[in-house]
C-alpha cells in the first residue's frame, strides 16, 4: 500500500505560478512512477504529467506543455509539479497518482491516488 498526500495548492491570478508536492509513504521500495491528474468541476478527471521512477521518461498533456514541469526527489519520496503561466482554464483538483509505468499512467492506468488539492486560478 502506498499512501500519497498532496500539498501546496491553493488560489492564484492567471499567469502566476504555484507548486504541488506529493508525499509518498508506506510501501515506496517499489520503483512506482508518479503523477498527476486534475478534475474540473464538471468534468472528468484527466492526466496532466507523469515521470518514470528513474526520472527519465516524461510525459504532459498537450494543454500543459511548456508551462508546467513534473519532478521527483526519489530520497525523500516526493513528486513535484511545478506549474506556471496559470491559466483560469487550470483550475481543478489536483491529485497525486503512483503507478508501475508513467505511459500506463498516461491512459489513466493508477494503482494509487492521493485524497487531491485545489488548485484555484482567478481571471
Known amino acids: 500500500q502506498v499512501l500519497l498526500v498532496e500539498s501546496g495548492g491553493g488560489l492564484v491570478q492567471a499567469g502566476g505560478s504555484l507548486r504541488l508536492s506529493c508525499a509518498a509513504s508506506?510501501?515506496?521500495?517499489?520503483?512506482?512512477?508518479m503523477g498527476w491528474f486534475r478534475q474540473a468541476p464538471g468534468k472528468e478527471r484527466e492526466f496532466v504529467a507523469a515521470?518514470?521512477?528513474?526520472?527519465?521518461?516524461?510525459f504532459y498533456t498537450d494543454s500543459v506543455k511548456g508551462r508546467f514541469t513534473v519532478s521527483r526527489d526519489n530520497a525523500k519520496n516526493t513528486v513535484f509539479l511545478q506549474m506556471n503561466s496559470l491559466k483560469p482554464e487550470d483550475t481543478a483538483v489536483y491529485y497525486c497518482?503512483?503507478?508501475?509505468?508513467?505511459?500506463?499512467?498516461?491512459?489513466?492506468?493508477?494503482?494509487?491516488w492521493g485524497k487531491g488539492t485545489l488548485v484555484t486560478v482567478s481571471s
Open positions: 508506506g510501501r515506496t521500495d517499489s520503483s512506482y512512477a
Open positions: 515521470i518514470s521512477w528513474s526520472g527519465i521518461l516524461i
Open positions: 497518482a503512483a503507478a508501475l509505468s508513467p505511459r500506463t499512467m498516461t491512459g489513466g492506468g493508477v494503482d494509487y
